[in-house]
């Protein structure tokens, strides 16, 4: 399995010395999001030229590392209106560039009412706030479709799709069949303190529920500090990375592992790897 990292996880800088670096870390590709990862770039409508698309993709590509997968992510019930538009204009204009990238999907989360913070706001878990998520993503899988690639939304309990049940009916609602939407799983991401013991369940629904359609799998480790969750090297957690991956290995092998904010990469990457391969 190709196992992908965040480039701005390593820093920001040009297209090279990012791909140098994620091919001597180890990875495989990128989860490419051009605004926080490549210095002088904003990746925002009208920016991405031939000339800039050629620099990037060749960038990471001249070190064997490929980006399948790029980054968007906008807050689609963000109160200020005016950036809700920028974003989602800045999304489809991805959609229609991800091709030349060699990027297959693009990605975003489904947003929170506290705007920035994109943490739990009661809100969030409302009708209107479905409503408001399928208005703006509504469109996306057929700038998809004509682009030749797919939307990539992840679910998150503190977002408006908190729970992979949601996000499911997002995509039948926007995109029955799923013919060019395509869900990235983030197990971490579902959970809170009430609810992180039933990891395992949420992980099988996940499987089941986005069967044949998963593109991608978020990796993160955890531990209970207090009423809090905090992040943990991969293995070294309680998240039950030996049991999940065999799953994921076998269930969806052509999926992406995507390291997300993992802590000690390196200890990481050989625990992912020893499973995996």
């Known amino acids: 399995m190709k196992i992908l990292i965040r480039p701005h996880d390593i820093g920001k800088g040009s297209a090279d010395w990012l791909g140098k670096n994620a091919h001597e870390w180890g990875f495989d590709g990128v989860q490419l999001a051009i605004a926080k990862a490549v210095e002088g770039q904003n990746g925002n409508p009208g920016t991405l030229t031939p000339k800039v698309i050629s620099e990037i993709r060749n960038g990471f590509n001249s070190h064997h590392v490929e980006i399948p997968l790029l980054g968007a992510y906008f807050n689609p019930v963000h109160s200020n209106k005016e950036k809700v538009k920028a974003g989602a204009e800045k999304y489809a204009d991805h959609l229609r560039h991800a091709a030349e990238f060699g990027a297959k999907f693009v990605a975003s989360e489904t947003g929170s009412y506290n705007d920035d913070k994109w943490t739990y706001n009661p809100k969030n878990q409302t009708e209107e706030a479905f409503q408001e ?126 390291f997300e904010g993992v802590k000690d990469v390196p200890a990481s990457l050989k625990f992912v790897r020893s499973i995996v391969e």
Do not use: S
Request: net charge negative; glycine share 8%; proline share 5%.
């Open 133 to 258: 998520v399928k208005k703006i993503f509504a469109h996306m899988p057929a700038v998809a479709k004509e682009a030749g690639v797919c939307m990539a939304l992840e679910g998150a309990w503190g977002h408006c799709m908190y729970k992979p049940e949601m996000l499911k009916r997002l995509a039948d609602e926007i995109d029955p069949g799923q013919e060019n939407f395509r869900f990235i799983v983030d197990i971490y991401n579902y959970l809170y303190i009430g609810n992180h013991e039933e990891r395992a369940k949420i992980f099988e629904t996940c499987l089941k529920l986005f069967k044949g359609k998963i593109c991608g799998f978020h990796l993160k480790d955890y531990v209970v500090n207090g009423e809090e969750l905090e992040i943990a090297p991969l293995g070294q957690g309680i998240m039950g990375w030996k049991d999940f991956l065999p799953m994921i290995k076998a269930e969806c092998p052509d999926a992406y592992l995507i």
